[in-house]
């Protein structure tokens, strides 16, 4: 038996799947009859199967990206190496993310992915290069780049999941009741504010924590693996707002093994071997997101 919030990912593999909600069985039928089932699909937040087509990316060579929107970086990564016990976990990274970039990091485990993305926001400091701002400063965590981490426990300290999302943002003194009330709405955690983070399932834990850097206002918003434990509708409400706060400038780095979730709303990928960025690439305009999505499976299995 298999318990599983991404059900189109398992179904290929089952004969028979058990759909749950609030506590009661819903339906128990094949996976053909659940997923072909338009007003299931849409009630509980799941997703289609899909073919991959094999379809061919337009790649960049370098990790620049200035053409992209003609802007300075808001971040750069320069010749950065950086591990752990003084052994490099990546090396002679470059990189560079520009204000309202959405950007997404891929690659296997082990890859260098997360560790990348502690350097990025300043919570790991390199054994070799530079991080730095566009004004040469090194980004100061919370204020400058925001992370959400893989595993959301490690992040989460209060008493209360309303204490917990305003904590950061009463600290650095620029709390806002509006904007407050306005991130729990869209994490669904309204009814949840006053119950302690570390009693919540692993999804609603990280939707906290992720909540909780949104309440910084930062500039970058860095997201390690924001699938954990989300079902498709959780995970597409966040998304989309997350979308929205891009638009209006917010730049974000997704690192994520989840290349439907990439190929929906990201516009740059990296792509990380070994320690190293392998690809950098980007979607050309004309491509639909069928054609971006069996791109971007291509790329995870090449």
Not at 91 to 119: C, H, I, Q, R
């Amino acid at each position: 038996m298999i318990i599983e919030h991404r059900l189109a990912d398992v179904a290929r593999l089952a004969d028979r799947l058990v759909l749950m909600d609030a506590g009661q069985i819903v339906t128990d039928s094949s996976p053909d009859a659940i997923l072909s089932d338009p007003d299931l699909r849409e009630q509980f937040g799941l997703r289609r199967l899909t073919n991959e087509p094999q379809v061919g990316w337009e790649t960049l060579i370098g990790t620049d990206g200035a053409h992209l929107n003609g802007r300075e970086p808001l971040l750069m990564l320069e010749g950065v190496s950086a591990g752990y016990n003084h052994k490099a976990v990546i090396e002679d990274v470059n990189l560079s993310l520009y204000p309202g970039d959405f950007a997404a990091l891929v690659g296997d485990n082990g890859s260098g992915k997360s560790t990348l993305g502690l350097v990025a926001a300043g919570l790991l400091k390199p054994l070799a290069g530079q991080v730095r701002l566009r004004n040469g400063d090194k980004p100061k965590p919370g204020l400058d780049v925001a992370m959400l981490f893989q595993n959301p426990a490690d992040q989460l300290f209060t008493d209360s999941v309303d204490e917990e999302v305003a904590f950061g943002a009463r600290n650095y003194d620029h709390f806002d009741p509006g904007q407050h009330d306005q991130i729990l709405r869209e994490a669904d955690l309204l009814g949840m504010r006053e119950r302690r983070p570390l009693m919540l399932s692993v999804g609603q834990q990280q939707r906290t924590a992720l909540s909780a850097c949104l309440g910084l206002r930062p500039r970058l918003l860095i997201l390690d693996e924001p699938t954990l434990g989300q079902d498709w509708g959780h995970l597409q409400r966040l998304m989309d707002f997350l979308s929205f706060l891009n638009r209006q400038g917010t730049a974000i780095l997704l690192i994520s093994h989840d290349y439907k979730l990439v190929h929906r709303y990201a516009r740059r990928v990296f792509l990380m071997k070994n320690g190293r960025i392998h690809l950098a690439g980007r979607f050309d305009g004309s491509q639909d997101y069928t054609s971006r999505e069996g791109a971007l499976y291509e790329a995870f299995n090449a």
